[in-house]
């Protein structure tokens, strides 16, 4: 007779090899987490330098449209020195938020900025100036006294808006003032099946203008670092005051201004200094150097806190672990160069 118990007899899995096995499994768990921390720091990394890359490139391509505006009058020859041939009707009967540091362009310069007086110590910019768009004056005419003036089709014109009318034309001597300063209180984009523009307007025309004009929005803007919405430092955008957060994780600021010191000037910028060396003659400023210091949104990125050198021979080192990096450049003023 077959003895059935040992045929059914099993050998189980002995404590020593199991505990083999959690090794090996121990090793190969570590392995996937070891690469996939590595793959999660490798990813952050990148995404912060490419994050910072970005903001940093927009922030001085906006910082640098603006520059290249400063002083933009079209094609009337403006001297700050003797301003007769430009009428401003600007005042507090006319602009409801008149505020001379913004609205007064006869006296103001085209460029003018503070010192560490900013967010982290940084300085602020403002620009003052014409846009790029402008309009054309069409039939039919309007006189003088008569509000309102017919531009092809101006849709960037709003109300409240700050314009200059001016003619581009021959001179006529009986003719006593060439350019206007007006505030817009009305718009109408449907005349001639939206191809002409109603521009309505807070005073008198000094003159009849007709289709040797044209109409150009002005502009005063600030650039200045505060304290953004999630509390990261960002850079700023104020248009007649109006604060609008441009880029976040701007940290720092620093403005340098290129002073033609030569006489008579040549238009070329001699030495680059700070607004408190400038004084009151910004009117020499022909070159802006604009310097910004980008930090990443997030923190712990770098495995040590990161050297830098911002504004100075001296290396600085970073507070946290955030990837910083410096953005410089430098523009010429084409309106008091001719440079393109």
């Not at 206007?180 to 000094?206: E, P, Y």
């Not at 502009?219 to 999630?230: E, H, K, M, R, W």
Request: glycine share 8%.
């Amino acid at each position: 007779m077959k003895n059935l118990h040992n045929q059914t007899k099993q050998s189980g899995i002995s404590l020593v090899e199991i505990l083999v096995a959690l090794v090996i499994s121990l090793f190969l768990l570590g392995g996937i987490v070891q690469v996939y921390v590595g793959n999660k720091t490798t990813f952050a990394f990148t995404n912060a330098l490419a994050e910072v890359q970005e903001n940093g490139r927009f922030a001085v391509d906006m910082i640098s449209q603006d520059l290249r505006l400063a002083g933009e009058w079209g094609c009337i020859n403006f001297d700050p020195s003797d301003t007769s041939n430009v009428n401003n009707t600007l005042s507090g009967a006319t602009v409801p938020t008149y505020n001379p540091d913004l609205h007064d362009f006869h006296s103001e310069e085209g460029i003018e900025g503070t010192e560490n007086d900013g967010l982290n110590g940084s300085d602020s910019l403002t620009i003052r100036g014409g846009k790029t768009v402008q309009a054309n004056i069409v039939s039919p005419f309007k006189a003088p006294a008569d509000q309102t003036l017919v531009t092809t089709v101006a849709t960037s014109i709003e109300v409240d808006d700050i314009v200059l009318v001016q003619r581009c034309g021959a001179n006529d001597l009986l003719i006593a003032e060439e350019a206007d300063i007006l505030r817009v209180t009305a718009v109408d984009h449907t005349l001639g099946a939206g191809t002409q523009s109603s521009i309505s307007l807070s005073a008198s025309k000094s003159q009849q203008y007709e289709n040797d004009a044209s109409l150009i929005e002005l502009q005063t803007v600030t650039y200045s670092i505060q304290a953004g919405a999630s509390g990261e430092p960002a850079l700023f955008r104020a248009d007649f005051g109006n604060d609008q957060e441009l880029v976040e994780g701007v940290e720092n600021m620093q403005i340098l201004y290129g002073i033609d010191t030569d006489i008579p000037g040549d238009q070329f910028a001699n030495r680059y200094v700070d607004s408190t060396l400038v004084g009151a003659n910004f009117q020499n400023v022909v070159a802006i150097r604009v310097m910004l210091l980008m930090r990443s949104i997030d923190d712990f990125i770098t495995e040590a806190p990161q050297t830098y050198t911002f504004n100075g021979p001296a290396p600085i080192l970073a507070p946290d672990r955030r990837i910083r990096q410096v953005f410089s450049t430098t523009i010429a003023l084409r309106n008091r160069t001719g440079s393109l």
